[in-house]
């Protein structure tokens, strides 16, 4: 069984920042491309930045000169750097990864995390 735990989310007035991490546990044998999405009041989920395990990164247009995803391989862990936050950014942020498992090594499986709610007021 794989868990990805998120943790960083809350109440922040804009123009602040705020750090988001996922930690990936369990029956892990190897983790390729993690990210993060949101899902705004209303809208429906997007993507809002991921890292390959190489550490490529890519970013949704409106965050790419605001926030900042890293990765720690050893610690299967994904951040994302949220700086100078807007009233637009409220949203519950899911962490994702691709995870082979033990039980399947050679394929790789969508996972995600439980979300943490960002709040950005004006």
């Known amino acids: 069984q794989v868990q990805l735990v998120e943790s960083g989310g809350g109440l922040v007035q804009a123009g602040g920042s705020l750090r988001l991490s996922c930690a990936a546990s369990?029956?892990?044998?190897?983790?390729?491309?993690m990210g993060w999405y949101r899902r705004a009041p209303g809208k429906q989920r997007e993507l809002v930045a991921t890292?390959?395990?190489?550490?490529?990164?890519n970013y949704e247009t409106t965050v790419m000169d605001r926030f900042t995803i890293t990765r720690d391989n050893a610690k299967n862990t994904v951040f994302l750097q949220m700086n100078s936050l807007k009233p637009e950014d409220t949203a519950v942020y899911y962490c994702?990864?691709?995870?082979?498992?033990?039980?399947?090594?050679?394929?790789?499986?969508?996972?995600w995390g439980q979300g943490t709610l960002v709040t950005v007021s004006s």
């Open positions: 994702y990864a691709k995870i082979a498992t033990m039980t399947v090594r050679y394929s790789y499986l969508g996972f």
């Open positions: 369990g029956n892990i044998f190897s983790v390729n491309d």
């Open positions: 890292i390959t395990s190489g550490g490529s990164t």
